[in-house]
């Protein structure tokens, strides 16, 4: 068959997103993935430098996303389906352009982890993410601010003349446009991918990328690369170069072998083939190759221990197999970020297909001749200069302009494009995609000032690029710029001049609690508990007082009701949090989220034992953090007995 790209309906049981979080993101990324200074001291140079490339403070000007539960219903998920006669790709367009599946049609394989559910879960940069598949990470180190984001998505002419997939979006972390084109050329057992982020910028760009592919992890699966050394992160804030592939007497390229959740970044030796693969029992699995630009390789596991276990339940339904991940990045490690120079764009190609090999090599005591196995059949089933060819026959195709749209993205692309006058030939940022988020900066843009006054209802994202920031100081003062004004000099990292922005726009709001909760971060990032208490206090008391049962505005009286007891009992008050506990609807307090906090009220309260029953009732915390020990800790100062398994989910050894 020629290839096609058509759309489709996959239907998946699925726990809505929900709501955004209307508060701006105002507090720091967590420190899950950083390394502390000692060993950042003891790293190569070009290693260090890049990991101290201007990694971002927050995640403004997203928003964060924690409104999911756990309740899954069927759900209808646009996709589009690449195929041809050997393959047969789903990508979902809406959920950050996912390769959901690749099945390969002469063997029945599938040859990646397909998650059979749909269940956020918050590990992304910006909360909501799900497992199973092929993502694309860019922005900055963890799971990117799109894994849960529409894409634009169109047909386009692929490099031999049949049809391409376009996906392409702009990163609002960075400021920067990308693209990922996917084609199957007739009768090939490989994916292609290519890929294009540019700078349109005066400035130098701090640029991440990492292809994560999810695998099933199996008891004999094992992942092969060809490096002899890897970089190990295991969740404490050390990098440590091990070798490949025993480590500490254990055979860590076997995923299920490791005991607690790990990453290894192999050392890919300069002038190596670029590739990773995950191999069964058999022999068979997936392979990734690409061009040399993409030159990180890595193993992420989850480990025996029963955290990791746990979250492997977590994020899926009961009896579905495990998974590890396989991935390919920018740099050698996650932690790095790659300067992008004005004007510049970093391109290359990936390939995606099946591999089988010797399983009596690939599973020997001989760690040289299972890779020289894997790389041998890899250069049978697609030769490295085959890919070079490949990535040059696309790279003319990147220019060429979408045909047919089959999926829509932001209107944030239109809006940076309609600002800066940026020529990008083959992602148009089209007008039409203008929406209400995007409304009153447009408004700015044109008139200099924004279309209406700071309400009692939340106010729209805020933007804090430079240029953003220049035009917000330059618009007529009332709350509302202010408001917006202080975020982008926050973000900034100009902290003082952000409070006595959100000062003067406090003087004159007929709504106070927008800017009550801002000067709150403020001082509670200040280590002034008692006043950042005072001020979310305030700031919940004011949202309830204008507060109408309207989707939005509930969403924020959860999200400054929480933030108003955590700062209440971080200051010692434990009379205040209940009145704010009294004042929840009883449906947020239900949550599990809530739950939590209800248990650390009463411990503050001296009711261990009221403590003790939260916990012995259950409840699950749906937006549980990826590295948060927050359950075993609160559990800690309720009783000495043991953590039960159903709150374990820790990534590291007890310490």
Known sequence: MATTVRRAVLTLPAAPLGPENPLPALRPLDRTHAVDERTRAALPRDMARQIGCAQPATVLPTRVLDGYG?????????????????????VLPGLGGRVHSLHHKPTGRELLYTNPVLQPA???????WFSGGIEWNIGATGHGTLSCAPLHAARVPAPDGGEMLRLWEWERLRDLPFQVDLWLPDDSDFLH???RIRNPHEHTAPVYWWSNTAVPEGGRTRVLAPADEAWHFGYEHALTRVPVPVSGSVDRTYPTRGDFPAD???EVPDGARRWIASLDGDGHGLVQTSTDLLRGRKLFLWGGNTGGRRWQEWLTEPGTTGYAEIQAGLARTQ???VPLEPGEEFSWLEAYGPLSADPRAVHGDDWAAARAETERRLDRALPRDGVEAAYAAWRPSADTEPGESLATGSGWGALEVRRGGYELPGTPFAAATLGEPQRPWLELLDQGAFPEPLGAEPPGPSLVSPHWRDMLETAPADPLTEYHLGVAQWHAGDRAQAVRSWERGLALAPSRWQLLRCLAVAAGEGGQRDRAADLCAEAFDDLCARHHDDGERTAAAAALGREAMEALLTAGRPGGARAVWAALDPETRRRGRFRLLEARLLLAEGDRAGARSVFDEGFEV?????????LGEVWARITDDP???RYDYRMRPAR
């Open 643 to 645: 953590l039960p398994d």
């Open 193 to 195: 991918v290519g890929v």
């Open 622 to 630: 749906a937006d549980l953090r990826e590295g948060a020990e927050i």
């Open 70 to 90: 756990r309740e899954r219903v069927p759900t209808g998920l646009d996709a589009i389906v690449i195929e041809n006669d050997r393959l047969r790709a789903t």
């Open 264 to 266: 290894y970044f192999y």
């Open 335 to 337: 932690l790095e970020h």
């Open 122 to 128: 918050d590990f992304a940069l910006n909360g909501a």
